[in-house]
């Protein structure tokens, strides 16, 4: 291999920002970037227009499928060099072989997408009408399999955002969201609910009487 295909494959590398969340295509991520390697990673990204990649961080290395941002804005400019961003979800990959010789992960990937690129426009509404019980999704488009990621942009359990990023199905993604959506805002009621009801436990002044208070 010549000089020339090591600096042509040296390129195509994309760098890894290894993370404990899951970014989507079309979604939004509020990033505050402070380790070294990765002030120098997005400093590269930000000069060159490039992208780079995230991935759910496990407890054993890194998953294989992630999701490229690219840098929509710099919030803030810090004087010790740290940044806030806000990256935008692009390009969903498959990491063929990791790359340690800079800093900061980088690997070789395979860009993938949908084997079924539109849904029926009966599930892109009922999928609609399911979200707008939380928050509205009137201006977001019904073309091009995009609807379904900015529809999870509302999904916060990490587990099912890393399936919705796997499926190759729009169809499936909206089913999935349809289904989860209502349990989620089930589950964050009751998490309200405990959590106004925890003070009023025990010897809160809420609480139920004790035995002397009773008078027995």
């Known amino acids: 291999m010549g000089e020339s295909d090591n600096r042509s494959m040296q390129e195509e590398l994309l760098p890894l920002f290894p993370l404990s969340l899951v970014l989507l295509p079309q979604n939004i991520v509020p990033l505050h970037i402070f380790e070294e390697r990765y002030k120098e990673m997005v400093g590269e990204a930000l000069s060159n227009h490039t992208e780079f990649g995230i991935v759910l961080a496990a407890n054993d290395g890194i998953l294989s499928i992630g ?31 990791l790359d340690q010789e800079r800093a900061f992960l980088r690997a070789n990937v395979e860009y993938f997408s949908d084997e079924e690129e539109f849904a029926p426009e009966e599930l892109q509404v009922k999928a609609r009408e399911v979200h707008d019980r939380y928050e509205s999704s009137s201006d977001l488009p019904t073309q091009g399999g995009m609807l379904s990621f900015m529809l999870a942009q509302s999904v916060r359990d990490i587990e099912l955002r890393q399936q919705l990023l796997m499926c190759r199905s729009e169809s499936e993604r909206l089913r999935i969201i349809i289904d989860f959506l209502p349990k989620q805002r089930e589950r964050e009621q009751y998490a309200e609910h405990m959590k106004e009801a925890a003070p009023r436990n025990g010897h809160g002044k809420h609480g139920p009487k004790s035995a002397g208070d009773l008078g027995a």
């Open 67 to 97: 999701c490229t941002a690219s840098i929509e804005r710099v919030i803030k400019h810090y004087d010790d060099g740290r940044l806030d961003i806000l990256g935008l979800g692009r390009r969903r990959f498959r990491i063929q072989e």
